[in-house]
């Protein structure tokens, strides 16, 4: 072996040695907070807000889950939609009318086009908060599919600590017919975001940031921050609220229940937009530390597939082979990742997803600073350096 063999060689278990570091941190977060015994208390009352524009895939599924939830104590459930001509709107009420419930109310608000400088779902929310006549306030994103005890488990949590101020629970994606589009999906969010909450989160579940595709407040912490309003001329709600009852003090707690992301029928151009805006939502509340394993992985992956390239060009076929085993590897680890993650197999036809996901995540952070516009459920955004909307008007306290 020649030197110039052997630095590829020393080049290429060095990417294996930091992806290796990297899955090992990844996987430990994962696995080393036991579930904790459920502790009796008396449950205070619950307003679930669901902001609703567009439909779901299997969205009925979605709200019948919603309904299905075994809370002990009141609570009540608020569907809010922009206008009543939305797709969604009428499954909605069918299901609501037919479906039984063990809620005091239900009911479908409409909250209209949203004011400049808020996204529909922030406007939603508010008109939520405004209508809710319970004691703790939770919002639940329309795509998500809570099992019947998510709920208790989250005012659990709250209630077991003075100082946390919000819950919310670990996210998985999951399809169950999926395409190349749900299988990238799914990775991003179980394998690259969800273990990276896994390893980021402290003992107790602790985290400056809230991922809140289910969350739970109390109003006192809500009020502390200036209500969900405080969040106006945000693009994302909810890291930006956790990122506020962080500085306030107060803590955001994840929980061990998982909630499901139900996904389906994408393509893989659909989830490019989708990781875009991931990558967009990301800019506004979380932690270097919660991101440099995920671009460490990344940017290994890359040079990895920069030097295969190359090998490959010239015909050099022992160093393409020691290109390849970091993006072997890379595979490996996310769906070790994924599984972990309470995510589903991924069928061997898709391998080649999670081989080219780090160069479609390099393609598409270009793409994130190069047009600083978004689409988000059907509406266009213009997005500033911070990731912040154009033209925010003042914000006002809903809490």
Known sequence: ?????????????????????????????????????????????????????????????????????????????????????????????????????????????????????????????????????CALVAFSDSDTRPSPGVLTALVGALLEDALTGSTFAPVYAAADAPLAGDVGYGLLVNAWYGASVARTSQADGALPFIMGQLMVFRREALAAIGGVGCAAGQLVDDMYLGRRLHEAGWKNRVIHAPLRI???????????????????????????????????????????????????????????????LPIGFSVWSQLGLQRAHHGPRVAPRHYWVPAVLPLLGAGVALSARLSREVEWRGRGYRLDAKARLGGAPPARAHV
């Open 1 to 133: 072996m020649n030197k110039r063999d052997g630095g590829w060689v020393a080049a290429g278990a060095a990417g294996l040695g930091l992806l290796l570091h990297g899955h090992l941190g990844l996987m430990a977060g994962l696995r080393r907070r036991p579930a904790p015994a459920a502790k009796p208390f008396e449950p205070p009352s619950v307003t679930i807000i669901r902001p609703i524009r567009g439909l779901d895939v299997e969205a009925r599924q979605n709200v019948r889950a919603l309904l299905d939830l075994d809370y002990p104590g009141e609570w009540e459930v608020l569907f809010v939609f922009d206008s009543e001509d939305d797709p969604a709107f009428a499954p909605t009420r069918e299901e609501v009318r037919r479906h039984p419930t063990r809620a005091k109310r239900v009911e479908l608000l409409v909250a209209g086009e949203p004011p400049e400088g808020l996204t529909g779902k922030l406007n939603a929310m508010q008109l939520g908060v405004d209508r809710s006549r």
């Open 262 to 324: 139900v996904t389906g029928q994408l393509e893989l151009r659909a989830f490019l937009r989708i990781f875009r805006r991931w990558l967009l939502f990301s800019e506004t509340g979380l932690p270097w530390d919660f991101g440099r394993p995920n671009w460490v992985r990344g940017v290994v992956s890359g040079i990895a597939w920069g030097a295969l390239a190359g090998a490959v060009a010239r015909r050099a076929w022992g160093r393409a082979a020691v290109a390849a």
